[in-house]
């Protein structure tokens, strides 16, 4: 079999597989699950890098084009990365930080046509667009492996090694392409790069890690199903105090109340209107708010980490987005109203979260 034909038939089914699975992963995460949005941004990152090895063999009018569109996944599969394995331990992933690392690959995407085209004689700024952003892909391999490993986190233990030794080959093979001596060398980079994104999409689905299929938004549980989820949900919660549980994730969940992590994030969308962090974080914070109103001796900051925050930045955002005020100024607040009147002490020291459960 000629090479560019095993190029093209390896190179088109994995990157058009990737790109469908990543689609897939992003219709899936308004369920709940925001860890797979990232997952799915990458994979269609790295397809976008892979196809554009395709663009440059077979469509090459459309080369620039092409380098702009590769070199924007290229940028955005590593920061996707490291934003997925933040979200798939609990954490809260702040927009500032999602629009600082998500702006390259969108600067790229917008002005690479234009620029890409005016210096087509000049391969320098294209090489270094793709050799800073394999750099990124390495960085954030590198942070993800360290924020994973160091959470203490048992699940999908194989699935985190297999996606950061994954990816990390790859970045290996997109360098090696830049340096390649000739079309052929190049050409293998590609193939390579291929194979391994091939073997992650497919074990993922195995692992039942990557979603391979949309689930239907229409499936309707029975009232009684969902009423008994719920109790058994807000169990762990009120009574248990699982919330309190530090890189509490959904599976860990799952196994506390032997319910299956779909239901549970269905249920949490159905009956209270959010998603899985945000449904914890109200509960870390209603505890915090109650403890503030009978205990002035601790800081804010140590009493975040006694219900679960692991780290100051998360639990600022997380408050941040329930109270519209930063923890400091709630507790001025308490502090102006002598700790709170009688009417605002039923949302002080409620149990519970104000959640929806219209």
């Not at 597989?17 to 992003?26: A, C, K, M, P, T």
């Not at 599976?251 to 109340?257: D, H, L, Q, R």
């Not at 804010?300 to 998360?314: K, L, R």
């Amino acid at each position: 079999m000629n090479w560019t034909v095993l190029l093209a038939a390896v190179g088109a089914v994995a990157v058009t597989q990737s790109i469908f699975l990543g689609i897939v992963n992003i219709i899936n995460s308004r369920e709940g699950s925001k860890a797979n949005l990232y997952l799915g941004i990458m994979l269609i990152g790295l397809g976008l890098r892979i196809g554009k090895s395709l663009v440059y063999f077979y469509w090459t009018d459309m080369a620039t084009l092409g380098v702009a569109i590769g070199g924007a996944g290229l940028w955005m599969a590593g920061p996707s990365l490291y934003l997925y394995v933040r979200s798939f331990i609990g954490e809260v992933i702040s927009p500032t930080l999602k629009a600082i690392l998500y702006a390259p690959a969108v600067a790229i995407l917008i002005l690479g046509p234009f620029y890409f085209r005016t210096i087509v004689l000049d391969m320098s700024l294209q090489r270094l667009v793709y050799l800073l952003g394999s750099g990124v892909i390495g960085l954030s391999i590198l942070a993800s492996a360290i924020t994973y490993f160091t959470s203490q986190s048992k699940e999908r233990r194989n699935w985190m090694y297999l996606i950061h030794a994954g990816v990390l080959a790859m970045a290996v093979m997109f360098v090696y392409q830049l340096y390649s001596p000739n079309i052929k060398a190049y050409a293998l980079g590609a193939l390579v790069a291929a194979v391994i994104l091939y073997i992650i999409n497919f074990k993922g689905i195995a692992l039942k890690t990557v979603s391979a299929s949309v689930r239907s938004q229409r499936q309707n549980l029975s009232t009684d199903q969902v009423l008994k989820i719920e109790a058994d949900l807000l169990a762990a919660f009120e009574k248990d105090h699982i919330y309190r549980e530090q890189k509490l994730t959904l599976g860990k969940v799952s196994e506390k109340v032997g319910i299956p992590q779909y239901l549970i994030r269905k249920v949490i969308q159905q009956r209270f209107d959010k998603n899985f962090n945000d449904f914890v974080n109200e509960y870390r914070i209603a505890e915090i708010k109650q403890r503030l109103r009978h205990n002035h001796r601790y800081t804010i900051e140590a009493i975040a980490g006694e219900v679960g925050f692991t780290s100051n930045s998360t639990f600022y955002e997380a408050f941040r987005k329930v109270m519209s005020c930063t923890p400091a100024e709630y507790r001025k607040k308490l502090v102006a109203n002598k700790y709170g009147d009688e009417g605002a002490g039923s949302s002080l020291t409620s149990s519970r979260p104000i959640l929806n459960t219209e």
